[in-house]
């Protein structure tokens, strides 16, 4: 989508280990998050962030780290990476309404596998 | 917390025909009720949204109604086309000066049958 990348599309890694997401978007948009997308469950709240460096949880946080150091980009970590987090995890970022289409633009995804 | 139910899961509609997709949401204080759609391989898209302060809503061929009493929301697609096949979620929030925090329901795959 335009305005917001995400990387890496695709990864499998292994149980245990450490795992990065990096969202990046072009608009300067103050507030950012992350969800995870599993069959059943439709969209959930990771964390988000409401500026650089001021981040807070959503309601699926466990096991999931962010950090924001700048406006531009959302970090998402996996500090020990299991099973249970084979999912494909979205960015998406917002913005004060400015008209009829405001709301979140959504990344295009990270589908990560943990084997 | 807010819980958004939505049903049904799957719907399957004849081209031409209308399709509805239902959701109830639980927190009275949600203001902001959007409609995203999701094709194969790609993030969801908004395609319309509606406010508290808003009855209904029309964009073309798409519609959204709000009854706040009830605490229920409707997608309404008319003369549908197969590229409306795809999946369909809404989502509640109170609405917060872009900080949307939104919560979705679980997701309705459409399917227009040719």
């Known amino acids: 989508d335009a305005g917001i990348t995400q990387s890496p599309r695709h990864k499998v890694t292994e149980t245990g280990t450490p795992v990065t997401l990096r969202c990046h978007q072009t608009e300067n948009h103050r507030y950012m998050y992350w969800y995870r997308q599993d069959p059943g469950h439709g969209l959930r709240l990771i964390h988000y962030?409401?500026?650089?460096?001021?981040?807070d949880k959503g309601e699926v946080s466990d096991g999931y780290s962010v950090s924001r150091s700048k406006t531009e980009d959302f970090l998402l970590t996996l500090e020990s990476a299991t099973s249970s987090q084979t999912s494909v995890y979205f960015c998406?970022?917002?913005?004060?309404?400015?008209?009829?289409?405001?709301?979140?633009?959504f990344g295009s995804g990270t589908r990560l596998t943990v084997v | 917390g807010e819980n958004v139910e939505q049903h049904p899961s799957t719907l399957s509609v004849q081209e031409g025909d209308s399709a509805v997709i239902k959701c109830t949401y639980s927190?009275?204080?949600?203001?902001?009720f959007p409609w995203y759609k999701q094709e194969l391989g790609k993030g969801p898209q908004l395609i319309i949204d509606i406010r508290s302060n808003v009855g209904e809503k029309k964009d073309q061929r798409i519609a959204v109604t709000l009854n706040k009493t009830a605490k229920h929301f409707s997608l309404h697609i008319t003369e549908t086309q197969p590229e409306d096949s795809a999946v369909y979620f809404c989502a509640a929030s109170i609405s917060n000066f872009g900080n949307e925090k939104l919560t979705f329901g679980t997701g309705t795959r459409l399917t227009i049958i040719p």
């Open positions: 998406a970022i917002s913005a004060p309404g400015a008209g009829a289409r405001d709301g979140y633009t």
């Open positions: 927190d009275s204080a949600s203001n902001y």
């Open positions: 962030s409401y500026g650089v460096k001021d981040t």
